[in-house]
T-cell receptor, first 117, second 113 residues
């Protein structure tokens, strides 16, 4: 149980285009989803926390107008990278916290590799 | 601000060895600590979660300990196998700050056959 999927698994786009990444909790309801980015050989950096039905909370230094997050249901959150540039190339990972789980354990998706040319 | 440090950054061992990975954190006000495994180009797989009130958790060949007061955790891997080769990440969940996870930079483990 507790499977999180992401789509697409990789994407290559031209500079200036927008890219949407989907994150789904497949077999549980997630009131809270998290978006991370990871640069090569570095750890995960939290970008934003999204709660179903409300606006996302962004970490300091993360542009909310550039990284649009929508958490419309208890099983789906999307991250849209608007007007992507080469410096946005990274590995984006989403995570979901199980609704009602006392342990507050987070489960992670397989990641999306974004390459901006 | 919580900081998580993992030592060593990289480790290479022959198959069959027992090994210990270390994690330390600066703020002991944590809710729990989680160990993850990440294979190259992949997402994270949760290995063990230790609540702040617990001292250790075990799963198969893995044993994780937690000393909250000293800000330390260890992940013990018994009888290592080549399939254990991956990056191991430690993360702490703070009691405040929206319960976010703060990650260490990981230990890259290579188990040689």
């Amino acid at each position: 149980g507790a499977v999180v999927s992401q789509h697409p698994s990789w994407v290559i786009c031209k500079s200036g285009t927008s890219v949407k990444i989907e994150c789904r909790s497949l077999d549980f309801q997630a009131t809270t989803m998290f978006w991370y980015r990871q640069f090569p050989k570095q750890s995960l950096m939290l970008m934003a926390t999204s709660n179903e039905g409300s606006k996302a909370t962004y970490e300091q230094g993360v542009e909310k107008d550039k990284f649009l997050i929508n958490h419309a249901s208890l099983t789906l959150s999307t991250l849209t990278v608007t007007s992507a540039h080469p410096e946005d190339s990274s590995f984006y990972i989403c995570s979901a916290r199980v609704h009602g789980n006392r342990a507050n354990e987070q489960f992670f998706g397989p990641g999306t590799r974004l390459t901006v040319l | 601000k919580q900081e998580v440090t993992q030592i060593p950054a990289a480790l290479s061992v022959p198959e069959g060895e027992n090994l210990v990975l270390n994690c330390s954190f600066t703020d002991s006000a944590i809710y729990n600590l989680q160990w993850f495994r990440q294979d190259p180009g992949k997402g994270l797989t949760s290995l063990l979660l230790i609540q702040s009130s617990q001292r250790e958790q075990t799963s198969g060949r893995l044993n994780a300990s937690l000393d909250k007061s000293s800000g330390r955790s260890t992940l013990y891997i018994a009888a290592s196998q080549p399939g254990d080769s991956a990056t191991y990440l430690c993360a702490v969940r703070e009691e405040t700050s929206g319960s976010r996870l703060t990650f260490g930079e990981g230990t890259q483990l290579t188990v040689n056959p």
